[in-house]
């Protein structure tokens, strides 16, 4: 009562260094929230690795280790009734969109209870509750889609966006190409990400492209192109924020240019470096590490402590372990699943 | 029943699904302004509005998945393809994305999708705009394919198509649009998955779809000369394949001719004799014999073109090789 009482004339006369206060408490509620999806999709990765290297994870298995801060930043930004579609470096993107790491590890494990019933595997994660349309495995080819929800939000006069993932390798595709042109042409509410980590499977950028300033690509399309420090959770924050309200209120799309770099091979099944780049390369760009970047700023401005930080760390290991325990407990696929989900079975 | 041309029997179930359906739209290269370029959408776009009858850049690969995404999110794109050639350019969306969306998000999202436009040769069209596409298309799980030969199918099947919540596949045959036909009126629906025995008679079997079922309704007119009467099995939908209606008239003819449009390697042919060998092989008094196109690109000059497709003459060859006659 008395609190309330005191409090009472601050109430009325609103100011500036209440609003601060506020906002500072949020912005490093928000500083620790990005934090949190960006350890746990890299202890997520580290612990699918470890599966993938016991047998447990089969097939091709792409990691997101070193690009977090593009997916956290990204979904930082949107609404739950949003759309996301990505390709096959996917699952990082998933678990910050908000799938649990219990369907997704167990998606990666081929068991029944995977977010696609283990039919679909690590380049195949939906999640329908979530708008997330799916992890795609052929380069450049789920581009389109996004202009199609894209068109679908404008048909029916909603005012959600679409946001798509791709590697820089993929600009060189036709697919993007037709999308991106149909998007300006008709006004559609998708925002187009190049997570540029510089490689195309073993293929450096230099090597692919032309013209290596990616985000020039949006000019043939009237469309706005910007190319942002992906290492630099805010950077993201800040452009995506952008994009969102320009797709949001004016219906438009945007290119951005995400300069990251993946920590890990293309795939388990290749070296982190030796081949088509170097160990010095690599150890250098590990150096601009997205978890590193902003735990220093958070240190920086003493709102985690040591012991804060290790809390956290240890409750986003914690998860993935249940996520892997809750994988490696669920059932294979009962064999007669083979043959469902080929077509609807009604025919209205 | 009213006498209408194939061309504006799907005009009609176009602009039924369009009204009865507003998440139902038209994407495709000439489909509005132009009103189709084979006049299959004439009149739609006064009619709905450019929201639902969308020109697009000539971008195959492109607009098959705008449809792709959108269906995803619960509209129900009809895209058409100017011409099935074209549409080898979209061949990933129809075939990675679209066939394989439901299984692949563990029967998550659904493609109620009609993908459609003319298949098969015309005249002197040559090599790139001359193919059948019916074998290609149903190998893949996940589609359903159909190519009717009549107005009243044509009609019929195209409201079924866009009815199901599956990606169909719809197979207009080029040749086939100035054609007429009975076709009901009011609400007419022909399910997918039925063949259609479009003529009876006891001496042999032929099965056929698209075009060739005009081709075979020829090659009865004539035979029938000959007092030989023959039993005519339009598959209609090719996945999934009327087996049953294959087997019945098998079992009664003991004879049987499959012709089609398209090649003869891996064809669609090959795969009726699969089944009749199979299931029928007690029932057989002849090895089954399969009239295609000769194994060439589709040549221009008119007497190359005219030995490489499929006709009633060398329908007719095939029958009497199986009844044994001259």
Known sequence: MRRESTRKPKQEMPTKTDNAEKSAADQAALRKELLRSMLLQRRFEERAAEAYALGKIGGFCHLYIGQEAISAGTMSVLRPDDYVVTSYRDHGQAIARGMSPRSVMAELFGRVDGCSGGKGGSMHLFDKKVGFLGGHGIVGGHIPLAAGVGWAIKYRKGDQV????????????????????????????????????????????????????????????????????????????????????????????????????????HSMSDAASGTYRSREELEESMKRDPIVILHDIMRANNELSDGEFAKLDEEQKAICQDAWDFAEASPEPPLDHLYTDVLVDTTS | MALITYRDALTQALREELTRDESVFLMGEEVAQYNGAYKVSKGL??????????????????????????????????????????????????????????????????????????????????????????????????????????????????????RDDNPVVFLEGEMLYNTKGEVPEGEHVV?????????????????????????????ADALAKENIAVDIVDLRTIRPMDVEAIATSVQKTNRAVVLEEGWEMCGVGAQVVDFIQRECFDDLDAPVVRVHQADTPMPYAKNLEKAAKPDAAKAIAAIKKVMYLG
């Open chain 1, 162 to 265: 679409c946001v798509c993932f791709f590697g820089e390798a993929a600009v060189n595709i036709g697919a993007f190409h037709e999308a991106l042109n149909m998007a300006a042409l008709w006004n559609l509410p998708a925002i187009f990400v190049i997570e540029n980590n510089r490689y195309g499977m073993g293929t450096a950028i230099s090597r692919s492209t032309a013209n290596e300033d990616v985000k020039t690509r949006a000019a043939a399309y009237r469309m706005i192109g910007e190319s942002i420090d992906a290492q630099d959770v805010f950077a993201v924050r800040d452009a995506m924020g952008r994009a969102v309200e320009l797709a949001r209120k004016e219906g438009k799309p945007t290119l951005l240019e995400m300069r990251t770099y993946r920590f890990m091979g």
């Open chain 2, 45 to 162: 776009l006064d009619e709905f509005g450019p929201m639902r009858i969308v020109d697009t850049p000539i971008t195959e690969l492109g607009f098959a998945g705008i449809g792709v995404g959108s269906a995803m999110v619960g509209l129900r794109p009809i895209i058409e393809f100017m011409t099935w050639n074209f549409a080898l350019l979209a061949l990933d969306q129809v075939v990675n994305a679209a066939a394989k969306m439901l299984y692949m998000s563990g029967g998550q999202f659904s493609m109620p999708m009609v993908f459609r436009g003319p298949n098969g040769s015309a005249l002197q069209l040559s090599a790139q705009h001359s193919q059948a596409w019916e074998s290609w298309l149903a190998h893949i799980p996940g589609l359903k394919v159909i190519t009717p030969a009549t107005p009243a199918d044509a009609k019929g099947l195209l409201k079924s198509a866009i």
């Open chain 2, 191 to 219: 399910p997918i998955g039925k063949a259609d025995l479009k003529r009876e008679g006891g001496d042999c079997t032929i099965v056929a779809h698209g075009k060739m079922v005009l081709v075979a309704l020829q090659v």
